[in-house]
């Protein structure tokens, strides 16, 4: 933030202590201006910026997203001030970047020992090919023998090792260029949609879609704001452009006399069940509670979802690990058998 971008760990215990200051009874600025006594002195300028943001009547949520704060953030301080509820949705922005910091640091360690296996079987491949191939090739063309299909696909890459890169690239930088194309032609609402089409992160953007909704809307209704009152808040979130066109198609269904949470049901990138979870709710009379505890689930069930992802990658970067083993290992003993046999 600030000069300085802040990492998400600093951010998410900059707004843990932010929310527990408003909660002791601090008002903003004062709460901003303690935390800068204790803050490093390369996070003092920023927050001395939020300060002085804050006196000219900026609201806090747009000086966080003028400094870059991660979106998460912007968006549940968004709603904290609309909704009277700012400590408790910087408490809730803290918990969902320090869980994703938690799970950014567990990748990074799940995948230190494998990138150090595949750098060290990188190297030893670039040795065979560029060191000890050529020698093979030499006794091959020597002695006039004719090498196998392996081999020769192994000789086309020392001899052509740019085009062989390229070869290799071409498909990633390809994927990634429809990915950037797709989503410069399509709206924030289309691309959210073509997202949950993608197997299994479909699945993670629907559970985090259906969260943040779920949670938002339960704020709202404990404010006393009914479901539809709460569109009109919803319409401006400044970091998910997206609800935008979703808030106006279920508030022209609404005009068309479609039940709200029939509405709901077809937006595309939320839980169906969310439809289930207003409907009881709106029986029972604690739509509110029901929409928060709904919420939390799907938080759980999103966490639980990259755990699985986190212990499925593991072994499968291992697996290919093996077969690269073997193809190393095949590509040392194959010239010296074949040699044996043309002999």
């Known amino acids: 933030m600030g000069k300085e971008k802040w990492s998400i760990k600093d951010q998410s215990i900059f707004f843990k202590r932010l929310s527990t200051l408003l909660d002791e009874g601090y008002t903003m600025n004062d709460a901003i201006r303690f935390l800068s006594i204790q803050a490093e002195r ?11 943001q804050l006196k000219n009547g900026n609201p806090f949520y747009e000086v966080l997203k003028e400094m870059k704060c991660h979106p998460i953030s912007v968006s549940f301080c968004f709603y904290g001030e609309q909704n009277g509820r700012l400590s408790d949705a910087l408490q809730t922005a803290a918990e969902i970047l320090q869980r994703r910091y938690e799970d950014r640091m567990k990748l990074e360690k ?12 990188g190297i030893l491949f670039f040795f065979f090919q560029w060191l000890l191939l050529p020698q093979f090739q030499y006794l091959y063309q020597s002695f006039q023998i004719k090498p196998n299909l392996f081999l020769s696909i192994l000789f086309w890459i020392n001899a052509h090792p740019v085009s062989f890169l390229f070869i290799i690239l071409i498909p990633f930088l390809l994927v990634l260029y429809l990915f950037y194309w797709m989503k410069g032609r399509k709206t924030s609402y289309e691309f959210q949609c073509m997202l949950v089409a993608i197997p299994f992160v479909g699945s993670l953007v629907r559970l985090m879609n259906t969260y943040y909704i779920a949670y938002q809307f339960s704020q709202f209704l404990k404010n006393g704001l009914s479901l539809a009152e709460s569109l009109a808040f919803i319409k401006k979130d400044p970091g998910k452009h997206y609800l935008s066109e979703c808030a106006e198609r279920i508030e022209g269904d609404l005009l068309m006399g479609i039940p709200f949470d029939q509405a709901i049901s077809k937006i595309p990138f939320w839980q169906p069940e969310l439809v289930y979870v207003i409907r009881h709710g709106q029986m029972s ?11 939390r689930y799907c938080m759980e069930s999103f966490s639980e979802n990259v755990e699985r992802l986190m212990k499925f990658l593991q072994p499968t970067i291992f697996f290919f690990i093996g077969i690269w083993l073997i193809f190393l290992y095949f590509s040392l003993l194959s010239p010296s058998f074949q040699f044996i046999n043309e002999l």
């Open 285 to 295: 009379g604690k739509l509110d509670l029901e929409l928060e505890s709904f919420s």
């Open 42 to 52: 390369s996070k003092r300028a920023s927050l001395k910026n939020i300060e002085i």
């Open 110 to 121: 799940l995948a230190a020992y494998p990138f150090f296996l595949l750098l060290l079987i």
